[in-house]
């Protein structure tokens, strides 16, 4: 059975991250171990709130690292894998998007750097696109590579199916709400329970993500909660940038409800009040002068 998901840093915590540990009765696993701030928001560089929740994050991760026997990294964005932090991979089974296929300019830089840093610390390193893996009776199962979004520009991801008993998590990685079908297949066929999901990125609807790709993003999230034996959708990170959030998946929300499925942000799963300092820094900025 899967005994714990831990959501450690998130957007709804108030940083730029996905990063999550997951125990099972024989697996530790902790993915996408890193975290991040927006250098510019509104025009405006990161608050102190944020920068303090940062390094606070950052230290959970890094506990829940020594814990973990297995790391992954879905793909090469910092928010997603820190390079400066090489330790946390010594001797543990590490996972990776391949470095060097289905991958952008940026991507295949911060790949090289990354795998430089940590060579010869990994008990075992894979390549994980479309494999499985077994550890112990935990199925780690990987997506082929599928786009960071809608079109390949921000590059490739792999997605995550850790299953364990009649139990399934899937990991999306920034699949930006899952409205390409090779993203939303991946989840079908692996029938999740547990879904965490980094959401549409609709605090750049209109510019850089169209009212098309959110509609077709609900429409693939009311297919999924239809179709598979889902009870938890975890819904965080590019879609908590938006203070509209909820009104934006209002759709995917309805269903849930008839379907008795829970909605979630990372930090409600987890028990925390949502606090989404990204989107609020206009706000804290203005805090700060009226003090």
Request: aromatic residues 8%; negative net charge; charged residues 25%.
């Amino acid at each position: 059975m899967i005994k714990k998901v831990k959501p450690l840093a998130f957007d709804s915590f108030g940083v730029r991250s996905m990063a999550t540990y997951i125990e099972t009765n024989d697996a530790r696993v902790l993915i996408d171990p890193g975290v991040a701030l927006a250098p510019i928001r509104y025009g405006l560089p990161p608050h102190n709130l944020e920068l303090q929740r940062m390094d606070e994050c950052w230290e959970t991760i890094k506990h829940y690292a020594v814990e973990a026997d297995a790391l992954i990294v879905t793909h090469y964005h910092y928010d997603h894998h820190d390079p400066a932090s090489q330790e946390i991979y010594e001797n543990k089974n590490v996972f990776i998007k391949h470095p060097t296929e289905n991958i952008n300019k940026s991507q295949r830089g911060r790949a090289a750097s990354f795998l430089e840093v940590i060579e010869g610390l990994p008990k075992r390193l894979e390549i994980a696109d479309g494999k499985t893996f077994q550890l112990g009776k935990t199925t780690l199962s990987f997506s082929e590579a599928v786009y960071h979004g809608t079109n390949p520009r921000l590059g490739y991801v792999v997605e995550v199916s850790l299953k364990h008993g009649n139990e399934t998590l899937v990991f999306t990685s920034d699949v930006e709400g899952s409205s390409i079908p090779k993203q939303v297949q991946f989840i079908l066929r692996e029938n999740p329970s547990i879904l965490i999901i980094d959401g549409p990125m609709t605090y750049m609807l209109g510019f850089r993500y169209s009212y098309k790709s959110l509609e077709i993003s609900n429409q693939n999230l009311v297919r999924v909660l239809k179709e598979t034996k889902l009870h938890d959708l975890i819904i965080d990170h590019h879609l908590l940038r938006d203070l509209k959030f909820k009104e934006r998946i209002s759709p995917v929300v309805d269903v849930a409800e008839e379907c008795g499925v829970r909605v979630l942000t990372a930090a409600e799963y987890d028990g925390r009040k949502v606090e989404m300092l990204e989107a609020l820094r206009k706000e804290l900025y203005a805090e700060k002068f009226r003090c």
